[in-house]
């Protein structure tokens, strides 16, 4: 699993604020409501706090102050603990969370004290950028519309097959294990292996693999909407300008966000 660094962090403020506008244009909606919709939860104030953990390869310049950032802007109380590990996470009670994030390098979690809800990043990750597919607004009547082309079967890659199944979607799914894609497909008529020699054109392209410029231009059209939490750029520069793909992608907020709120009450 891709650990985030310092660099891919650096323009949170920015990538946070295209993506929201974008989500905003693509869905209708406003970002609050589009998360409220899908977990059907609200944020009533609860006290989150963020807890930085040393263990593995240890504090990631930038993590937690990214993830406060991005609660702030979506005006959530939280605040990140002086201390780490399990220190962090006594002070956190002690200032009366609600609600505790921290990540190590496997794992990134929010657990909700409350309710005892807790949430796992790739889980939440799959779950937000199928469901930003799902909402999409399409202009035109694409006969395709109820396709999507998942590239990435792992972890976050699977959660979103989930998601698509739920909504009646036929996926087309690519992954350079070719023992996993076996696998899948042999488990729902709905599955179907991607063979780029087809020539098929995608509206919806899910992207989740450590790997770069994985998105196939033959897949590609003018009104490709592109979702990806992918670390590195799932799409080069190249192709999202050739066709003016609608692209979604940011490393580290939508996916909290989605952790949040799939906690809430
Ligand atoms: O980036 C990660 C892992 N890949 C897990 C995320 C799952 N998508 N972990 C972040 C580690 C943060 C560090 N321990 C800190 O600064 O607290």
Redesign the pocket.
Known sequence: ????TKVDLEKIDKDLENNIKKIEELTKMNIISFFESIYNTKYKKEKIGI??????????DT??ESILYTLQIFNMDAFITNQTDVSGYYEAIKKNADIIL???????LAFNLNNKKISH??QA?GRIYSEILIHSKIKKDHENEKEVLIIGVGNVGKHAIQIFLKNDYTIYIFDKNENEVKKIINQNIKIKKYNPKLEKKFIKIFEATPERDTIPEIALTSDTIVSTPGIPRAISKNLENKYNIKLIMEPLGL?TMSMIYSILK
């Open positions: 699993m891709a650990l985030l807890i930085p953990i040393t263990s593995g390869n240890g504090i990631i993590f937690s921290m990540a190590d390098d496997l794992t990134y990043n790739q990750t996916g």
